[in-house]
């Protein structure tokens, strides 16, 4: 007898792709179909101003969607971190304008401001156990009217204090013409990636997101990693604050509303699950930047402000749709 036919073959294995790195994939394409899409479509997408619009536009909404990356995974869910934001805004404004103090003071009253309202919402949702759609749609609303009530309801300028607008639309880098909002954004996403993949609070939050029950039952502390993600991502939503009053030279109280929906729809878009458990930096920064570039290219072809607001809301609705049929696959 042959001694082929006696030995058995192992079986070949196949390698499986994440569904994660697929919907990651997917949503990179996507991001290079719409700037042909929108470079055809007009010949000024691709002029040098339009993508430095594009990537200040992103710096925002890419660092909210950082701090809600965090959550997602987590399983929950943070509707306040537009109106946060706008408190945020608010709180450096009074500083720094109103009561004259240093700006490096500001700066951190407004990253504080984010981070004390991402500890109160984590802290309603573990000690007081209320849903964090519930918790975070209350912080929302206290939120939007605790910047009404500190600004007056009147926008605070930073007209004599020219240094706070460049902290968004300076540059650092001599020769390059990239403002610091977009580098802030980047190096936050290395910081958040770093986090999420190297440190002990990452591993938690992807263990409590795919089982919360069997995390807690294996001794982690869970409501203690649970404050501390909704602070981390708090302290995000305070970072965007501050860029987003720097880039405007103005804290706008009335501002805010709305972009938590874009936070999110980056997130999805860029592969993390809304059930948690999963879910990338990268991805969402890719989620960030095809928000922004559709959102660019419908106004550059000059599509009506209501049909960019029915478009967006048909890209979350996809996203989520997208999310659902993953989930169905594993």
């Excluded at 006696?6 to 697929?22: L, Q, S």
């Excluded at 805004?89 to 500083?95: K, L, N, T, Y």
């Excluded at 004390?116 to 849903?131: D, E, R, V």
Aim: aromatic share 6%; net charge positive; glycine share 12%.
């Amino acid at each position: 007898m042959n001694v082929d036919t006696i030995i058995e073959k192992e079986p070949v294995k196949k390698k499986v792709i994440p569904p994660g790195a697929i919907q990651q994939t997917l949503a990179f394409g996507s991001l290079i179909v719409l700037v042909i899409f929108f470079s055809i479509a007009s010949d000024s997408f691709l002029q040098w101003s339009n993508m430095i619009g594009i990537l200040l536009s992103t710096a925002v909404i890419g660092i909210l969607a950082l701090g809600a990356t965090f959550v997602i995974i987590t399983g929950g869910i943070d509707l306040s971190v537009g109106t946060v934001m706008t408190l945020s805004s608010v709180i450096s404004g009074v500083v720094i304008v109103n009561a004259g103090l240093p700006l490096i003071v500001g700066v951190f009253a407004g990253v504080a401001t984010g981070a004390i309202c991402g500890y109160l919402c984590g802290i309603a949702i573990t000690k007081m156990k209320i849903p964090p759609f519930i918790a975070t749609l209350a912080m929302m609303m206290i939120a939007k009217g605790l910047a009404l009530v500190i600004s007056g309801a009147a926008p605070i300028y930073f007209t004599d204090h020219a240094l706070f607008t460049k902290i968004a639309l300076g540059s650092i880098i001599p020769g390059v013409d990239i403002p610091n909002a977009v580098l802030i954004f980047f190096l936050a996403a290395i910081i958040g990636a770093v986090i999420l993949s190297k440190t002990i609070l990452g591993r938690y939050n992807f263990a409590i997101g795919s089982n919360e029950e069997a995390t807690k039952l294996s001794g982690v502390n869970v409501d203690f990693w649970k404050v501390t993600i909704y602070s981390l991502a708090g302290a995000f939503t305070g970072i965007a604050g501050v860029i987003m009053a720097s880039r405007l030279n103005s804290a706008q109280p009335a501002l805010g509303q709305g972009y938590e929906l874009e936070a999110i729809a980056a997130v999805v878009i860029g592969g993390t699950s809304l059930s948690g458990g999963k879910g990338t930096i990268v991805g969402t920064v890719i989620g960030a930047l095809i928000m922004s570039v559709l959102t660019n290219g419908l106004r550059i072809m000059s599509i009506p402000q209501e049909w960019q607001t029915v478009v967006v809301g048909m890209v979350i609705i996809l996203a989520v749709y997208m999310d659902i049929l993953r989930r169905r696959k594993e």
